[in-house]
């Protein structure tokens, strides 16, 4: 990541200027917050799933109530309704293969409306960034 100063330099302004823009980024949402990306095998949790999830009533209120169980779920770290077969695609992280059972079984298995899940473990995270191109 580039500090101001040297964004500033890459720019040919001045540090103050990249400041202003920086604060004008946020103040209009465009910014919505800073993140770190965590080095999760130092962390322990470096086992990463996908979880595609279909539900089974896709009425509004239905889907609505598996959503909010959904989020309520701590081990969820992204969480996307999407197009497709598959309606819904979700990201977990654990220390161990027992965790994400317990999550599996345990958890998700006793949400309602839930049609079937097929997970899909990662082998090798090639890349892991937030970054976001803006032409």
Not at 31 to 44: E, M, N, R, S
């Amino acid at each position: 990541m580039e500090t101001a100063k040297e964004m500033a330099y890459d720019l040919s302004l001045t540090t103050t200027l990249i400041y202003e823009r920086i604060k004008k980024l946020q103040k209009t949402g465009i910014i919505k917050q800073y993140v770190a990306l965590l080095d999760t095998d130092i962390l322990g949790n470096s086992i990463l799933v996908f979880m595609n999830i279909t539900i089974e009533d896709h009425h509004s209120e239905k889907r609505n109530e598996f959503v909010q169980e959904m989020r309520k779920l701590n081990d969820v770290i992204e969480f996307y309704h999407r197009s497709g077969s598959l309606d819904f695609l979700v990201k977990v992280r654990f220390s161990d293969i027992r965790s994400f059972k317990n999550l599996y079984v345990n958890e998700v298995a006793s949400i309602h409306n839930i049609g079937d899940v097929e997970s899909q473990m990662v082998l090798e995270e090639i890349k892991y960034s937030t970054k976001t191109i803006i032409e």
